[in-house]
């Protein structure tokens, strides 16, 4: 560690400690993970435990496990306990073994039950993200019951800003209140008397971020009620709990797009070996299935060999109808995710798709014609006797591509979220390669009909 000795090191840690009383918890965080696991837990020890908990519920920080693993058994087992239930949760759900069991050893019993209830949700759903400390009053109690409840129990709740009224009886919700119309009431008037709406907005647990995503959104909520079949409230979904979800979601969908499998370590963290696993799955499929093209290719060799021209455009052609597709992937992909669109609408998107893609393969193809056109006439390049035809070949082929490609690229997202897998697996890459195969064997169809009787 540097040029000095692990004594200094270990005052200048000290130091950095003292340093960071006052510091933004994510300053913190950035300075753990420039450390080992155990000069980190060096500093973390020496963190009040206030601090120390926010710091581990920070999203990113880097292998906590490791960091805790380092620790006094006894400082681990209070910081655990001080955490909030839903990073407690995620922090137990991405673990291994042996450090998971060593360190669910070190929770309460109580927190030990939270967090086996809240790992028997999905990944990803309102169950997996919910957390259990939230402020929840019963419709009997008076604003200036709960004002108080609310400064008593302020310290060990995720949020305060939201509070759920039920009913004393059934412990059905009834209400959602916010704080700022809390404490413009009248003190004496019952609580559900200042709730803006008479059903509050809440999820079942199994609700997928991208749903609670839109509703928070859609409904400008700083946190949503997680209930059961009959009305009781579990939990609540904060507002930067789904953030930090959508951006790992995001993540996981631009990794995909590139043709790679998603990684669940930042990059500078991911060994040799699982950076080749990771990606060399995807790169055996792409291609293999490229591989097609070859036999593509292969199917047109006397075609190819009696009109050589015609490759030089085959890059020009394979490039377009999987530019157009993966254009149209991504579209989709992200309307099905934020919801604009439905598995139902597949239609709708077929009829607006096949004109878009006519007309953006006519532009290029205009563009085609005009480029032979203006080499063949300025002398740079001589196509011979029917390069009007050849032109009309290359130009007639990008409509018909560019239109495939698009129509192609925005139903294979619905398809595959039909057969149950995610659509980001439609990646660029993919529908590139399926559309490069389908490509030339519409460009050698449409040169076979033009060119017929002259260079074929």
């Given at each position: 560690m540097q040029d000095i000795s692990e004594h200094d090191f270990l005052n200048k840690l000290a130091r950095d400690a003292e340093e960071f009383r006052g510091r933004h918890v994510a300053d913190i965080v950035a300075k753990l993970n420039e450390l080992t696991s155990e000069a980190a837990a060096f500093l973390a020890a020496r963190l009040p435990l206030e601090i120390a908990a926010e710091v581990f519920d920070h999203p990113s920080l880097d292998e906590p496990q490791d960091i805790l693993s380092a620790l006094d058994a006894s400082k681990a087992a209070s910081i655990l306990d001080a955490m909030a239930a839903d990073r407690l949760?995620?922090?137990?759900?991405?673990?291994?073994?042996?450090?998971?069991?060593?360190?669910?050893?070190?929770?309460?019993?109580?927190?030990?039950?939270?967090?086996?209830?809240?790992?028997?949700?999905?990944?990803?759903?309102?169950?997996?993200?919910?957390?259990?400390?939230?402020?929840?009053?019963?419709?009997?109690?008076?604003?200036?019951?709960?004002?108080?409840?609310?400064?008593?129990?302020?310290?060990?709740?995720?949020?305060?800003?939201?509070?759920?009224?039920?009913?004393?009886?059934?412990?059905?919700?009834?209400?959602?209140?916010?704080?700022?119309?809390?404490?413009?009431?009248?003190?004496?008037?019952?609580?559900?008397?200042?709730?803006?709406?008479?059903?509050?907005?809440?999820?079942?647990?199994?609700?997928?971020?991208?749903?609670?995503?839109?509703?928070?959104?859609?409904?400008?909520?700083?946190?949503?009620?997680?209930?059961?079949?009959?009305?009781?409230?579990?939990?609540?979904?904060?507002?930067?709990?789904?953030?930090?979800?959508?951006?790992?979601?995001?993540?996981?969908?631009?990794?995909?797009?590139?043709?790679?499998?998603?990684?669940?370590?930042?990059?500078?963290?991911?060994?040799?070996?699982?950076?080749?696993r990771k990606r060399a799955g995807w790169l055996a499929v792409l291609f293999l299935s490229e591989m097609l093209t070859a036999s593509a290719m292969q199917h047109f060799e006397d075609e190819l060999e009696r009109a050589v021209v015609l490759t030089l455009f085959i890059p020009l052609i394979m490039s377009s109808g999987g530019n157009s597709g993966s254009q149209a992937t991504s579209l989709i992909i992200r309307a099905l995710a934020l919801g604009e669109l439905r598995l139902k609408d597949w239609w709708r998107v077929a009829l607006r798709e096949l004109p878009t893609g006519a007309a953006l393969g006519s532009f290029l193809g205009l563009i085609g014609i005009a480029r032979i056109a203006v080499w063949q006439k300025a002398g740079i390049y001589d196509y011979g006797p029917y390069w009007v035809l050849i032109a009309l070949t290359v130009g007639l082929a990008l409509v018909a591509i560019v239109t495939f490609g698009s129509l192609a690229g925005s139903m294979l997202p619905f398809i595959l979220k039909r057969l149950g897998f995610d659509p980001a697996s439609a990646s660029a890459p993919f529908v590139a390669t399926l559309v490069d195969v389908s490509g030339l064997v519409i460009y050698f169809s449409v040169a076979l009909l033009v060119l017929h009787g002259t260079l074929l």
């Amino acid at each position: 560690m540097q040029d000095i000795s692990e004594h200094d090191f270990l005052n200048k840690l000290a130091r950095d400690a003292e340093e960071f009383r006052g510091r933004h918890v994510a300053d913190i965080v950035a300075k753990l993970n420039e450390l080992t696991s155990e000069a980190a837990a060096f500093l973390a020890a020496r963190l009040p435990l206030e601090i120390a908990a926010e710091v581990f519920d920070h999203p990113s920080l880097d292998e906590p496990q490791d960091i805790l693993s380092a620790l006094d058994a006894s400082k681990a087992a209070s910081i655990l306990d001080a955490m909030a239930a839903d990073r407690l949760a995620d922090l137990f759900r991405d673990m291994d073994e042996p450090p998971r069991e060593q360190l669910l050893s070190l929770l309460t019993n109580e927190s030990r039950q939270i967090v086996a209830s809240l790992l028997t949700h999905p990944e990803g759903s309102a169950g997996s993200l919910m957390t259990t400390e939230f402020v929840s009053v019963p419709s009997t109690w008076t604003i200036s019951d709960t004002l108080k409840h609310v400064r008593e129990v302020e310290s060990a709740r995720e949020t305060i800003y939201a509070i759920y009224v039920v009913n004393p009886t059934t412990r059905r919700l009834e209400r959602a209140v916010s704080l700022r119309r809390l404490i413009s009431g009248d003190l004496h008037a019952p609580v559900g008397s200042v709730a803006r709406y008479d059903t509050p907005v809440s999820v079942l647990p199994q609700t997928d971020r991208e749903e609670l995503a839109r509703l928070i959104s859609e409904h400008d909520l700083l946190a949503i009620p997680v209930v059961d079949e009959k009305g009781h409230v579990l939990g609540i979904v904060t507002v930067d709990d789904v953030i930090d979800a959508m951006v790992e979601a995001s993540t996981e969908d631009a990794h995909k797009f590139g043709g790679v499998e998603a990684l669940d370590q930042p990059y500078t963290q991911i060994g040799f070996l699982e950076m080749l696993r990771k990606r060399a799955g995807w790169l055996a499929v792409l291609f293999l299935s490229e591989m097609l093209t070859a036999s593509a290719m292969q199917h047109f060799e006397d075609e190819l060999e009696r009109a050589v021209v015609l490759t030089l455009f085959i890059p020009l052609i394979m490039s377009s109808g999987g530019n157009s597709g993966s254009q149209a992937t991504s579209l989709i992909i992200r309307a099905l995710a934020l919801g604009e669109l439905r598995l139902k609408d597949w239609w709708r998107v077929a009829l607006r798709e096949l004109p878009t893609g006519a007309a953006l393969g006519s532009f290029l193809g205009l563009i085609g014609i005009a480029r032979i056109a203006v080499w063949q006439k300025a002398g740079i390049y001589d196509y011979g006797p029917y390069w009007v035809l050849i032109a009309l070949t290359v130009g007639l082929a990008l409509v018909a591509i560019v239109t495939f490609g698009s129509l192609a690229g925005s139903m294979l997202p619905f398809i595959l979220k039909r057969l149950g897998f995610d659509p980001a697996s439609a990646s660029a890459p993919f529908v590139a390669t399926l559309v490069d195969v389908s490509g030339l064997v519409i460009y050698f169809s449409v040169a076979l009909l033009v060119l017929h009787g002259t260079l074929l």
